[in-house]
């Protein structure tokens, strides 16, 4: 986070992360937007520096899916596209974002304590928190309808987590109901992989939809990070240094009728 030293390092900070990344043997690399990076980089930088591999993408829309083989969709959403952290304060999603803040929790533009008297129900509407516009939520729903149609199975990324359950009621997505009632209509969707909550979490949703909030690397000296074996009923996480060696997360039977 260059814009918290004493001397900017932001650039020179992504230039690292980004050459391992060119060192890894990973066929493909995918990024989410989380809200350190809109601190540090506009939407145009970002797309030049992390989606120069995508065509489906633009400033405008900083979110895709990908089919890494037959059956199985990653559908990778832009968590902080209505964002009071986003650097072009003239784009329609900032004022919205802004209004949506002056609406539920007046403490921000008053200059006082963001939580202290606001209802956890309301504490979620931050400057580190954001949410989704009304496109890219149509969006989702054409991806979730195609994906059951063709009897994929869906793991969505998303830097907030979507249920406070496998957060907190401080660090989840703003509009995370209509998010989370859109996927819940969705049999195809078996996992939601978030970060952002430091903590890390865990919740099996009523749905059987499993959020796992991974831990961040940032909180702890050993580490925090691992691979995922994806199986047809079972996703398996083998983590390193904070994160359990082994967490088997079984994957629920999709029925015919959730097929639209």
């Known amino acids: 986070e260059g814009l918290k030293m004493k001397e900017p390092q932001t650039n020179e900070a992504i230039g690292k992360v980004l050459a391992e990344f060119e060192r890894s043997k990973c066929l493909s690399v995918h990024h989410t937007i989380g809200n350190h990076e809109l601190m540090n980089f506009d939407r145009g930088t970002l797309l030049k520096l992390l989606f120069s591999h995508r065509e489906d993408v633009s400033v405008d829309k900083l979110y895709y899916s990908f089919k890494p083989r037959k059956s199985w969709r990653f559908v990778l959403i832009d968590s902080f596209e209505l964002s009071v952290e986003r650097l072009d304060k003239d784009s329609a999603a900032y004022h919205e974002a802004k209004g949506l803040i002056d609406k539920n929790n007046p403490n921000i533009a008053r200059g006082l304590n963001w939580f202290k008297g606001i209802s956890k129900d309301r504490q979620r509407f931050v400057p580190y928190n954001g949410g989704l516009g009304r496109e890219q939520l149509k969006w989702l729903h054409n991806e979730l309808k195609e994906a059951s149609k063709e009897g994929e199975r869906i793991v969505l990324l998303s830097h907030q ?8 009621c401080q660090t989840i997505l703003w509009n995370y109901p209509e998010v989370l009632s859109l996927i819940g209509k969705f049999e195809c969707v078996c996992m939601v992989l978030a970060g952002h909550y430091h903590n890390g979490g865990y919740v099996k949703d009523k749905n059987g939809c499993h959020h796992v909030t991974v831990r961040a690397c940032l909180t702890c000296e050993e580490g925090a990070y691992g691979t995922m074996d994806v199986y047809e009923d079972r996703i398996v996480l083998r983590g390193r240094g904070s994160i359990p060696k082994e967490t088997v ?12």
């Open 161 to 168: 987590p979507l249920i406070p359950e496998a957060a907190s």
């Open 249 to 260: 997360y079984r994957l629920r039977v999709v029925s015919e009728r959730n097929k639209l």
